[in-house]
C-alpha cells in the first residue's frame, strides 16, 4: 500500500524523532514524505489559497485524501491500523495524508477530502502532528503484522 504524507514546512526540533519513525514506517508501507513550502502572506486567507494550491499539485488522483484536522474522526490505533488495511482492498492505489502549516489546510481543500481525520482535539504545530502520524503509521503496521510493538488495548 501506497501512503503518502504531504505536509508543509520543514520539521524542526521534532526532525530527528520524524524522521526515525518515518524510517520504521517504511518498513510496512511504500511511504513517501512530501514537504511543501510554507506560503507567506499579509492574511491566512491568502497564505492558505498558496499552501493548498502546493498541496494539491503533489495529490495523484488514484489515492484517497485524508485531511488531518482537529474537527476530524478519531480513531484508536487498532482502528486506524484497520482502516489502513480496507485502503489495500480498496479502488485506490494508495492514501495521502495532509497536514497543513501554521493556519491549518484551507476549507474548500478540506472538503475536497475523502476523509478528516483528527490526531489530538487539541491543535498541534505541524511537527508534533508529523511526529505523532508517523508514529502511528508505524504502530499500524505492527499492529496489522501482529508485531509485539502495541501493547495498548483497542
Given at each position: 500500500?501506497?501512503?503518502?504524507v504531504v505536509?508543509?514546512?520543514?520539521?524542526?526540533a521534532?526532525?530527528a524523532?520524524?524522521?526515525?519513525?518515518?524510517?520504521?514506517?517504511k518498513?510496512?508501507w511504500?511511504?513517501?514524505?512530501?514537504e511543501?513550502p510554507?506560503?507567506r502572506?499579509?492574511?491566512?486567507r491568502?497564505?492558505?489559497?498558496?499552501?493548498?494550491?502546493?498541496?494539491r499539485?503533489?495529490?495523484?488522483?488514484?489515492?484517497?485524501?485524508?485531511?488531518?484536522?482537529?474537527a476530524g474522526?478519531?480513531?484508536s490505533s487498532?482502528?486506524?491500523a484497520?482502516?489502513?488495511e480496507?485502503?489495500?482492498?480498496?479502488?485506490a492505489?494508495?492514501?495521502?495524508?495532509?497536514?497543513?502549516?501554521a493556519?491549518?489546510?484551507e476549507?474548500?481543500?478540506r472538503?475536497?477530502?475523502d476523509?478528516a481525520?483528527?490526531?489530538?482535539?487539541?491543535?498541534l504545530?505541524?511537527?508534533?502532528?508529523?511526529?505523532?502520524?508517523?508514529?502511528?503509521?508505524?504502530r499500524?503496521?505492527?499492529i496489522?503484522r501482529?508485531?509485539?510493538?502495541h501493547?495498548?488495548?483497542?
Amino acid at each position: 500500500m501506497r501512503i503518502s504524507v504531504v505536509a508543509v514546512g520543514k520539521p524542526g526540533a521534532l526532525a530527528a524523532p520524524i524522521r526515525d519513525y518515518e524510517e520504521r514506517a517504511k518498513r510496512y508501507w511504500r511511504l513517501e514524505v512530501t514537504e511543501v513550502p510554507q506560503a507567506r502572506g499579509r492574511e491566512a486567507r491568502e497564505v492558505l489559497v498558496r499552501e493548498a494550491g502546493l498541496i494539491r499539485a503533489r495529490l495523484k488522483p488514484d489515492h484517497a485524501v485524508v485531511a488531518l484536522t482537529r474537527a476530524g474522526r478519531s480513531f484508536s490505533s487498532v482502528a486506524m491500523a484497520r482502516w489502513l488495511e480496507r485502503q489495500t482492498w480498496g479502488p485506490a492505489r494508495g492514501v495521502h495524508f495532509l497536514i497543513g502549516g501554521a493556519f491549518g489546510l484551507e476549507a474548500p481543500l478540506r472538503e475536497e477530502c475523502d476523509l478528516a481525520v483528527s490526531l489530538s482535539p487539541f491543535t498541534l504545530p505541524h511537527d508534533l502532528a508529523r511526529l505523532v502520524l508517523a508514529e502511528q503509521l508505524y504502530r499500524a503496521g505492527t499492529i496489522l503484522r501482529n508485531e509485539p510493538y502495541h501493547k495498548g488495548a483497542e
